[in-house]
Protein backbone atom coordinates (compact mmCIF):
# COMPACT_ATOMS: atom_id res chain seq x y z
CA UNK A 1 0.00 0.00 0.00
CA UNK A 2 1.28 3.21 -0.75
CA UNK A 3 2.52 5.50 2.28
CA UNK A 4 2.12 2.72 4.96
CA UNK A 5 6.15 2.78 5.26
CA UNK A 6 5.45 6.88 5.92
CA UNK A 7 2.55 6.36 8.01
CA UNK A 8 4.13 3.54 10.01
CA UNK A 9 6.95 5.46 11.09
CA UNK A 10 5.23 8.48 11.84
CA UNK A 11 2.91 6.42 14.42
CA UNK A 12 6.40 4.88 15.67
CA UNK A 13 7.87 8.86 16.47
CA UNK A 14 4.39 9.41 18.17
CA UNK A 15 4.62 6.52 20.24
CA UNK A 16 8.16 7.61 21.00
CA UNK A 17 7.63 11.18 22.21
CA UNK A 18 4.74 9.97 24.06
CA UNK A 19 6.93 7.66 25.93
CA UNK A 20 9.80 10.36 26.44
CA UNK A 21 6.91 13.10 27.48
CA UNK A 22 4.83 10.69 30.20
CA UNK A 23 7.92 8.66 31.48
CA UNK A 24 7.76 8.27 35.04
CA UNK A 25 10.88 10.67 35.49
CA UNK A 26 8.97 13.32 33.86
CA UNK A 27 6.19 13.20 36.38
CA UNK A 28 2.89 11.46 37.62
CA UNK A 29 -0.75 10.73 36.99
CA UNK A 30 -3.16 12.35 39.12
CA UNK A 31 -6.89 10.79 39.12
CA UNK A 32 -8.92 13.77 37.86
CA UNK A 33 -12.71 12.37 38.19
CA UNK A 34 -13.52 8.57 38.95
CA UNK A 35 -16.71 6.48 38.92
CA UNK A 36 -18.66 3.70 38.47
CA UNK A 37 -21.74 4.93 36.65
CA UNK A 38 -21.40 5.12 33.20
CA UNK A 39 -23.96 7.99 32.77
CA UNK A 40 -22.30 9.88 35.05
CA UNK A 41 -19.13 9.10 33.66
CA UNK A 42 -20.65 10.44 30.60
CA UNK A 43 -21.93 13.56 31.78
CA UNK A 44 -19.09 14.48 33.91
CA UNK A 45 -16.03 14.62 31.13
CA UNK A 46 -18.82 16.88 29.31
CA UNK A 47 -18.79 19.42 32.33
CA UNK A 48 -15.00 19.34 32.54
CA UNK A 49 -14.31 19.45 28.12
CA UNK A 50 -17.05 22.76 28.79
CA UNK A 51 -15.58 24.54 32.23
CA UNK A 52 -12.39 23.36 33.42
CA UNK A 53 -9.37 25.61 31.64
CA UNK A 54 -6.63 23.94 33.72
CA UNK A 55 -6.60 20.53 32.11
CA UNK A 56 -4.09 19.73 29.13
CA UNK A 57 -6.29 17.57 27.04
CA UNK A 58 -3.18 16.26 25.73
CA UNK A 59 -2.13 15.08 28.78
CA UNK A 60 -4.25 12.54 29.54
CA UNK A 61 -5.37 9.55 29.91
CA UNK A 62 -9.05 7.58 30.04
CA UNK A 63 -9.15 4.53 32.10
CA UNK A 64 -11.86 1.75 31.76
CA UNK A 65 -11.16 -0.70 34.50
CA UNK A 66 -13.68 -3.58 33.20
CA UNK A 67 -15.39 -5.04 36.39
CA UNK A 68 -16.60 -8.52 37.24
CA UNK A 69 -19.07 -9.69 39.42
CA UNK A 70 -17.40 -8.72 42.31
CA UNK A 71 -16.47 -5.32 41.46
CA UNK A 72 -17.77 -3.49 38.96
CA UNK A 73 -16.69 -1.35 36.27
CA UNK A 74 -14.26 1.65 37.17
CA UNK A 75 -14.13 4.93 34.94
CA UNK A 76 -11.47 7.03 35.51
CA UNK A 77 -9.64 10.13 33.77
CA UNK A 78 -5.92 11.10 34.99
CA UNK A 79 -3.84 13.99 34.13
CA UNK A 80 -0.09 14.11 33.78
CA UNK A 81 1.54 16.39 36.86
CA UNK A 82 5.07 16.89 35.58
CA UNK A 83 8.00 17.52 38.35
CA UNK A 84 9.04 20.53 38.38
CA UNK A 85 12.72 21.16 37.64
CA UNK A 86 14.94 22.09 40.80
CA UNK A 87 16.38 24.97 39.96
CA UNK A 88 13.38 27.20 38.82
CA UNK A 89 11.78 27.03 42.23
CA UNK A 90 14.82 28.01 43.87
CA UNK A 91 15.43 31.19 41.42
CA UNK A 92 12.02 31.75 41.93
CA UNK A 93 12.65 31.72 45.98
CA UNK A 94 15.44 33.84 45.18
CA UNK A 95 13.65 37.53 43.59
Known amino acids: MPGQRKRRRHQ????RRAAE?????QG???VVFSTQDE???QRGLRVLRATDTRIDWSAVR?????????QPTTYRLSQFV??????????????
Open 62 to 70: IDILCGRVV
Open 12 to 15: QEEA
Open 82 to 95: PTAAPGLDQDAAEH
Open 28 to 30: HWE
Open 39 to 41: TEW
Open 21 to 25: RFAPA
